[in-house]
């Protein structure tokens, strides 16, 4: 089993920065991808950022140049810190991780965290 728990969330003002943490812990043989993913009132959840076993990231258009996602494989934690903060970055923030564990390749996501971005 895998668990996620998620930090760093809250209220900041239009242009302020935000990092958010995500740390994975359980029987984690390796892992093969984080990501980032929003969820605002009224919309679907969308895709904010993926970080690959590997190296390689992928971003939102809305987020480029604003956002950098990045990871500590020592301590199985992914970041996401967000510069230039808009209100309509507003929405909660989940983590998702895909994993090989003793169970096999396992799909998890952490509890949420919300994000408000307002004057």
């Known amino acids: 089993q895998v668990q996620l728990v998620e930090s760093g969330g809250g209220l900041v003002q239009p242009g302020g920065s935000l990092r958010l943490s995500c740390a994975a812990s359980g029987s984690i043989f390796s892992i093969i991808s984080m990501t980032w993913y929003r969820q605002a009132p009224g919309k679907e959840r969308e895709l904010v950022a993926r970080a690959i076993s590997g190296g390689s990231t992928a971003y939102a258009d809305s987020v480029k140049d604003r956002f950098t996602i990045s990871r500590d494989n020592a301590k199985n934690t992914v970041y996401l810190q967000m510069n230039s903060l808009k209100p309509e970055d507003t929405a909660i923030y989940y983590c998702?991780?895909?994993?090989?564990?003793?169970?096999?390749?396992?799909?998890?996501w952490g509890q949420g965290t919300q994000v408000t971005v307002s004057s």
């Open positions: 998702n991780v895909n994993v090989y564990s003793s169970r096999g390749r396992i799909d998890a």
